[in-house]
């Protein structure tokens, strides 16, 4: 090798035919490859035509000079006979320059983008990066080290640092090939992206263009009404039954749809995202900029309904969030004429499943959606989704009704069957749960007006019966929630589990057990032997405590006790009676001193127990029942003292 260049490598080319050795000098200015061929002599080609054995990486020194680099080569086959060879010599030139920049490149997550932000204010972007490749294939991220620019910023627009391409809603039109500009150095580069752009205005639908009063239908007065409804009818229904009610007007349901299109700027070709007849609904994302032009005529709730409340004209419009003008309008018109309520649309929806498939255009899916009305296991739940239908031929889904301006109520006529669910959060929804077999109008559902405007006669508006079909499947177990299926063609599970039946051998104690157990055992016979021994001198200890049971005394007078058992009397003498006389000379001096200590009566606690429910005594028979015993005082009430000697005497002999 020449100044300037150096060996790096010598790469075979065909391994399986060649067996490559390379020796390479330690200042990697020469090199000594041996090549054998590995297939038999028979295969060898023709000796005219050339066969690339191996390939030579060579680098260029750093400070060599542009220009020409020379490799001088010497080649010495080495046959199977002992021939001399004198070898060849040749000497080749190759041409060195600077590795340099071939091409930038601007790299984005998606080359189309959607401006919702006209929609909805908030910007839509895209990252991007800036790439730069050599001439020797080397790959560079130069994002920060480059500047951007975009070609119209009325339809894209780019950050300075390169670092995204986005959409804030002041864009004017779409384009297929908006471009953004990148320059790194001396060096620029370009790319072009797809905006897709809403056809302005926008097309608004109303499912009820004309909203007319509800007969019969009453609802709380809001404190916007009309003052200028004064029929005779009404005011009659608002003045006697609590003022704050009026009839209720319809209402309809606001859509809004676009079409989103981008714009060639060379042959000015128009293209649609979804197709020149399909459009799009984007209720939900211009939903909070819609308004009512007079909200005196009618009102907008849950944000896209439209509710009447007085009559007149009026327009729905959608604003625009950054500029306040208006995208798109349509007119309602709301009328004093009264409409009927026809009846209800009730069904049982017991599933849904969603199925998507995405389209060719980028970000597109199509989406299919089917419902079951069967109930197939125990204790599956099921909703109802009930409809108004009015005279006019309009129908309301009763979950877009305020809560407040009706009353539902659902019942079962078959509780064997279907049973009603505890309610949720949704009134307009009721749910119910199978029980068992069985299918026909099993339902019965009503539509009341609220109970804050209830009359003296019937409040109903309307009645349904909804027809259920429950059939059980043999195999359903009662589980909910099990509609998964097995892949076709699913790859084998990694680990399966498999019961078997477990072996337990017996188990023998070993002595150190049968020592713990023993010990153990004597240890509880301990603890019992010295509670039985407490519990022997509590109970000695108890008897031989002081008495100190309550003293009941005995009110009765002495002479009381000895007139109720005067059958047990001896009689000593006059001397004695006296002795019971009262407040007389020879009764105080007969009667002994009052002791200090009182008898003592000990009360049988037995006796005072009441058990509740215990049977009362039976009663005792007429013929038994014996004089309560006479008090003293009323047996020697009017009585002087010879009477009641006379008195003693003949108790004295009866008793004898």
């Given at each position: 090798m020449k100044p300037g260049l150096r060996v790096v490598a010598a790469q075979v080319r065909d391994p399986s035919a060649w067996n490559v050795t390379v020796q390479i000098n330690s200042k990697r200015t020469s090199a000594t490859v041996t090549a054998s061929r590995l297939s038999d002599s028979s295969t060898l080609e023709d000796s005219h035509t050339g066969e690339e054995v191996l390939d030579w990486l060579i680098a260029v020194e750093e400070g060599h000079e542009e220009g020409g680099g020379q490799v001088s080569w010497q080649l010495r086959y080495h046959p199977?006979?002992?021939?001399?060879?004198?070898?060849?010599?040749?000497?080749?030139?190759?041409?060195?320059?600077?590795?340099?920049?071939?091409?930038?490149l601007l790299v984005a997550k998606s080359t189309q983008l959607l401006n919702s932000a006209v929609l909805t204010g908030r910007q839509v972007s895209q990252p991007m990066r800036v790439f730069v490749?050599?001439?020797?294939?080397?790959?560079?991220?130069?994002?920060?080290?480059?500047?951007?620019?975009?070609?119209?910023?009325?339809?894209?627009?780019?950050?300075?640092?390169?670092?995204?391409?986005?959409?804030?809603?002041?864009?004017?039109?779409?384009?297929?090939?908006?471009?953004v500009l990148v320059r790194y150095g001396s060096y620029e580069g370009q790319a072009s992206f797809r905006v897709w752009m809403p056809q302005l205005p926008l097309e608004l639908h109303l499912s009820d263009p004309k909203l007319s009063q509800v007969r019969g239908w009453r609802v709380q007065a809001h404190s916007h009404r009309s003052n200028a409804i004064h029929s005779w009818s009404t005011h009659q229904w608002n003045k006697p039954h609590g003022g704050g009610c009026r009839l209720r007007y319809q209402q309809a349901t606001l859509e809004v749809w676009t079409r989103f299109l981008s714009v060639d700027h060379n042959s000015g070709r128009e293209s649609y995202l979804l197709g020149r007849k399909t459009q799009a609904r984007i209720t939900g994302l211009v939903e909070p900029f819609l308004r009512v032009a007079d909200p005196r005529v009618a009102t907008l709730v849950r944000g896209h309904v439209l509710q009447g409340m007085r009559p007149g004209r009026t327009e729905v419009q959608v604003v625009s969030p950054l500029s306040g003008r208006?995208?798109?309008?349509?007119?309602?018109?709301?009328?004093?004429?009264?409409?009927?309520?026809?009846?209800?649309?009730?069904?049982?929806?017991?599933?849904?499943?969603?199925?998507?498939?995405?389209?060719?255009?980028?970000?597109?899916?199509?989406?299919?959606?089917?419902?079951?009305?069967?109930?197939?296991?125990?204790?599956?739940?099921?909703?109802?989704?009930v409809r108004v239908l009015f005279s006019d031929g309009t129908t309301v889904a009763?979950?877009?009704?305020?809560?407040?301006?009706?009353?539902?109520?659902?019942?079962?006529?078959?509780?064997?069957?279907?049973?009603?669910?505890?309610?949720?959060?949704?009134?307009?929804?009721?749910?119910?749960?199978?029980?068992?077999?069985?299918?026909?109008?099993l339902l019965q559902i009503s539509l009341e007006v609220p109970e804050a405007c209830h009359r003296r006669r019937s409040c109903l508006l309307a009645q349904t019966r909804v027809n259920v079909d429950c059939t059980l499947t043999p195999t359903s177990d009662g589980v909910l929630y099990r509609d998964g299926t097995r892949l076709e063609?699913?790859?084998?599970?990694?680990?399966?589990?498999?019961?078997?039946?477990?072996?337990?051998?017996?188990?023998?104690?070993?002595?150190?057990?049968?020592?713990?157990y023993a010990a153990l055992g004597t240890c509880c016979l301990a603890v019992a032997g010295a509670g039985l021994a407490v519990a022997?001198?509590?109970?000695?200890?108890?008897?031989?405590?002081?008495?100190?049971?309550?003293?009941?005394?005995h009110k009765e007078p002495e002479v009381q006790r000895m007139a109720s058992s005067a059958h047990d009397w001896v009689w000593l003498g006059r001397a004695t009676l006296e002795r019971s006389a009262i407040n007389t000379r020879c009764s105080q001096a007969l009667v002994p001193p009052e002791k200090t200590e009182k008898p003592r009566v000990q009360v049988n606690p037995m006796?005072?127990?009441?058990?509740?429910?215990?049977?009362?005594?039976?009663?005792?028979?007429?013929?038994?029942?014996?004089?309560?015993?006479?008090?003293?005082e009323e047996l020697t009430k009017g009585k002087h003292y010879d009477q009641l000697v006379q008195y003693l005497d003949s108790l004295k002999e009866s008793s004898a």
């Open positions: 199977e006979a002992q021939e001399q060879d004198e070898g060849l010599r040749f000497v080749a030139r190759l041409d060195v320059h600077k590795d340099d920049v071939e091409a930038v490749v050599s001439q020797a294939g080397l790959l560079g991220d130069v994002t920060l080290q480059s500047s951007c620019q975009s070609a119209d910023e009325s339809v894209l627009k780019v950050s300075p640092s390169c670092t995204s391409v986005y959409l804030d809603g002041s864009e004017v039109r779409g384009s297929q090939n908006a471009t208006v995208l798109g309008a349509v007119e309602v018109r709301v009328s004093a004429d009264k409409e009927s309520i026809l009846g209800l649309e009730a069904d049982l929806v017991t599933g849904i499943s969603l199925e998507l498939m995405p389209e060719e255009s980028l970000g597109v899916f199509l989406a299919r959606v089917n419902s079951s009305h069967k109930l197939t296991s125990l204790y599956q739940e099921g909703l109802l989704d009763l979950q877009d009704l305020p809560e407040t301006d009706y009353s539902l109520d659902t019942e079962s006529l078959e509780l064997a069957v279907v049973a009603l669910a505890p309610k949720g959060s949704s009134a307009a929804l009721p749910r119910v749960i199978a029980l068992g077999q069985g299918r026909g109008s063609h699913a790859p084998p599970p990694a680990v399966e589990a498999r019961q078997d039946a477990m072996s337990r051998p017996t188990m023998h104690p070993s002595p150190t057990e049968l020592a713990l022997s001198c509590a109970k000695q200890r108890w008897k031989q405590r002081p008495d100190n049971t309550p003293k009941v005394y006796m005072l127990t009441f058990t509740r429910g215990a049977l009362p005594p039976p009663p005792v028979p007429p013929h038994r029942v014996t004089p309560p015993t006479m008090a003293w």
